[in-house]
């Protein structure tokens, strides 16, 4: 092993050193003063350096792979499949079509009138994008900001969860290959609970912020006072629906991955399944026979299915959820239990049936190894079910019939829907992802995420040689006020002699747009 290897290596066993308030201000405004010099940079410049990160997170995948694992709890195999793969795939995307999305747009004139007025729509970056990210995606969610956060010109200040810091050193690490300017790109190590108020109060110019409904709420209602914009990803309580016609091996399979695996720890996870009642029996058993086959515990040798939650909070949330859910009547059809003897932070993969829309489970994001299954007897109420929730993150239809699939698709309210899939769109760079309702605003990911890490400006240009003045400029007159009449007349007159006559008008005021006088 060599010397940076071994130093690497005792990095991950150690806390990272928490930052101040000051710090953060200071880090604010050294990044301001160089972000002009960024946003100077030309583009193919800035694509070159980018992609530098792309090599580095290549020529050390695995090593990121282990401390994904290490630090969130998830198996390294995981960590590969939705972590690892998926950033490098992002900087190909977002590299590649940073110069369509950075393009100047044209926008054609709306009438003959104001036909010599061109407009082009330009994009400005942001400037200082403050980026606050959760402990159960600790790279791909951030990587997915921080990349087109660079790419337009921004620059970044990053913080990640206090529990996945060593993950938040690798992504670092990885950003300092790029040889960026200096003070470009910040990590910052705070406790959550300062690090909002203190990223506002830092003066960012837009905060990107995953994590809980609560802390969203408060951070959207503070950055209300400066008019600071937010991009707020909030969590989902994700329903799938299972149709009579479905691939019911597909749609059990689909389910323990998208709802178990990083042990249920997914906002976009699914949490509930409704399945149409006439296959609702062999559903279950298929689901059954899934999730008996998992393997949870630690991971030794590549060979385990489920890891440990992340937090012992989060554990204890998951436990209230299911305790609630036995006490309101629910019976527990399913499980995988970790190796008698396992010790620490393991919860046992359960399937929940019996269940209904009064208990915790069903209402609010659990984040953790429960599915809860019941059933429907048509497709409005099973829609209905799925719409009643406070969140929409994401959510999906199961059909042989794909035409049945998107017209149940388009009335579900959430911001995510995939028809015989489920939580991969997050790994979709081209696929903007964001939620409905409590679940968020704003977009990341795609060209809609792109946008958000810029402003848009408008510059109208008057191509006409000659005029001295546009023809509804002082002085005012009864003349001018029925040219300017005649306008809608001519335009939007009910009959040629109407519009006709507002031609006349027109026509008598229009002269004075090339006079002096």
Same mark, same amino acid.
């Given at each position: 092993?060599?010397?940076?290897?071994?130093?690497?290596?005792?990095?991950?066993?150690?806390?990272?050193?928490?930052?101040?308030?000051?710090?953060?201000?200071?880090?604010?405004?050294?990044?301001?003063?160089?972000?002009?010099?960024?946003?100077?940079?030309?583009?193919?410049?800035?694509?070159?350096?980018?992609?530098?990160?792309?090599?580095?997170?290549?020529?050390?995948?695995?090593?990121?792979?282990?401390?994904?694992?290490?630090?969130?709890?998830?198996?390294?195999?995981?960590?590969?499949?939705?972590?690892?793969?998926?950033?490098?795939?992002?900087?190909?995307?977002?590299?590649?079509?940073?110069?369509?999305?950075?393009?100047?747009?044209?926008? &054609?004139? =709306?009438?003959? %009138? @104001?036909?010599?007025?061109?407009?082009? *729509? #330009?994009? $400005?970056?942001?400037?200082?994008? !403050?980026?606050?990210?959760?402990?159960?995606?600790?790279?791909?969610?951030?990587?997915?900001?921080?990349?087109?956060?660079?790419?337009?010109?921004?620059?970044?200040?990053?913080?990640?969860?206090?529990?996945?810091?060593?993950?938040?050193?690798?992504?670092?690490?990885?950003?300092?290959?790029?040889?960026?300017?200096?003070?470009?790109?910040?990590?910052?190590?705070?406790?959550?609970?300062?690090?909002?108020?203190?990223?506002?109060?830092?003066?960012?110019?837009?905060?990107?912020?995953?994590?809980?409904? &609560?802390? =969203?709420?408060? %951070? @959207?209602?503070?950055?209300?006072?400066? *008019? #600071?914009? $937010?991009?707020?990803?909030?969590? !989902?309580?994700?329903?799938?629906?299972?149709?009579?016609?479905?691939?019911?091996?597909?749609?059990?399979?689909?389910?323990?991955?998208?709802?178990?695996?990083?042990?249920?720890?997914?906002?976009?996870?699914?949490?509930?399944?409704?399945?149409?009642?006439?296959?609702?029996?062999?559903?279950?058993?298929?689901?059954?026979?899934?999730?008996?086959?998992?393997?949870?515990?630690?991971?030794?040798?590549?060979?385990?299915?489920?890891?440990?939650?992340?937090?012992?909070?989060?554990?204890?949330?998951?436990?209230?959820?299911?305790?609630?859910? @036995?006490?309101?009547?629910?019976?527990?059809?399913?499980?995988?239990?970790?190796?008698?003897?396992?010790?620490?932070?393991?919860?046992?993969?359960?399937?929940?049936?019996?269940?209904?829309?009064?208990?915790?489970?069903?209402?609010?994001?659990?984040?953790?190894?429960?599915?809860?299954?019941?059933?429907?007897?048509?497709?409005?109420?099973?829609?209905?079910?799925?719409?009643?929730?406070?969140?929409?993150?994401?959510?999906?239809?199961?059909?042989?019939?794909?035409?049945?699939?998107?017209?149940?698709?388009?009335?579900?309210?959430?911001?995510?829907?995939?028809?015989?899939?489920?939580?991969?769109?997050?790994?979709?760079?081209?696929?903007?992802?964001?939620?409905?309702?409590?679940?968020?605003?704003?977009?990341?990911?795609?060209?809609?995420?792109?946008?958000?890490?810029?402003?848009?400006?408008?510059?109208?240009?008057?191509?006409?040689?000659?005029?001295?003045?546009?023809?509804?400029?002082?002085?005012?007159?009864?003349?001018?006020?029925?040219?300017?009449?005649?306008?809608?007349?001519?335009?939007?007159?009910?009959?040629?002699?109407?519009?006709?006559?507002?031609?006349?008008?027109?026509?008598?005021?229009?002269?004075?747009?090339?006079?002096?006088?």
């Amino acid at each position: 092993m060599s010397p940076e290897s071994i130093s690497h290596s005792a990095e991950k066993k150690q806390p990272s050193a928490p930052n101040s308030i000051d710090d953060l201000r200071i880090a604010v405004g050294q990044a301001r003063a160089v972000q002009e010099e960024w946003e100077a940079t030309p583009l193919k410049q800035r694509i070159k350096r980018i992609l530098q990160i792309r090599r580095f997170i290549v020529d050390h995948i695995d090593e990121l792979a282990d401390v994904i694992a290490a630090d969130n709890g998830k198996t390294r195999v995981d960590a590969m499949a939705t972590e690892c793969v998926a950033m490098t795939m992002a900087i190909s995307y977002y590299c590649r079509n940073a110069p369509e999305f950075l393009r100047d747009q044209k926008i &054609s004139p =709306g009438n003959l %009138l @104001m036909a010599n007025k061109r407009s082009v *729509l #330009t994009q $400005v970056p942001c400037g200082v994008v !403050g980026i606050i990210s959760p402990w159960n995606y600790p790279a791909s969610i951030p990587f997915s900001e921080i990349i087109p956060a660079l790419l337009a010109g921004n620059a970044v200040i990053f913080k990640g969860a206090s529990e996945t810091q060593a993950v938040s050193r690798f992504l670092r690490r990885s950003i300092e290959a790029a040889d960026l300017p200096e003070g470009l790109f910040h990590h910052i190590n705070m406790p959550g609970r300062v690090a909002g108020d203190a990223f506002l109060d830092a003066g960012i110019d837009k905060l990107f912020f995953t994590g809980s409904v &609560s802390v =969203g709420k408060y %951070l @959207m209602q503070k950055a209300s006072a400066t *008019l #600071t914009p $937010v991009s707020l990803e909030l969590g !989902g309580n994700d329903p799938m629906i299972v149709c009579e016609d479905a691939d019911l091996c597909r749609a059990a399979k689909g389910a323990v991955w998208a709802g178990l695996q990083n042990a249920g720890q997914s906002c976009g996870g699914v949490e509930r399944i409704y399945v149409d009642r006439r296959i609702y029996a062999p559903f279950l058993d298929e689901l059954k026979t899934g999730v008996e086959a998992l393997r949870i515990g630690p991971d030794s040798n590549f060979d385990t299915d489920i890891g440990r939650m992340t937090t012992g909070r989060q554990l204890e949330a998951v436990n209230r959820h299911v305790s609630d859910a @036995m006490e309101k009547g629910a019976t527990v059809f399913a499980r995988s239990d970790p190796p008698e003897g396992t010790q620490g932070q393991f919860l046992p993969c359960l399937v929940l049936t019996d269940v209904h829309h009064g208990m915790l489970l069903m209402k609010e994001e659990t984040f953790g190894p429960v599915l809860a299954v019941m059933p429907f007897d048509s497709i409005d109420e099973a829609v209905s079910l799925a719409n009643d929730s406070e969140l929409g993150l994401t959510a999906s239809v199961w059909s042989k019939d794909s035409s049945k699939a998107q017209s149940i698709a388009r009335r579900l309210l959430a911001g995510a829907v995939t028809i015989n899939d489920h939580l991969m769109s997050h790994g979709l760079a081209e696929t903007p992802w964001g939620g409905f309702k409590n679940s968020g605003i704003g977009r990341t990911h795609g060209r809609l995420g792109f946008a958000e890490m810029t402003r848009q400006r408008v510059i109208v240009n008057d191509i006409m040689p000659g005029v001295r003045r546009n023809f509804w400029w002082h002085p005012y007159s009864r003349k001018l006020y029925e040219g300017l009449r005649g306008i809608t007349r001519l335009l939007y007159g009910r009959g040629p002699i109407e519009r006709l006559r507002g031609a006349v008008a027109l026509l008598k005021v229009f002269p004075r747009t090339f006079g002096k006088t």
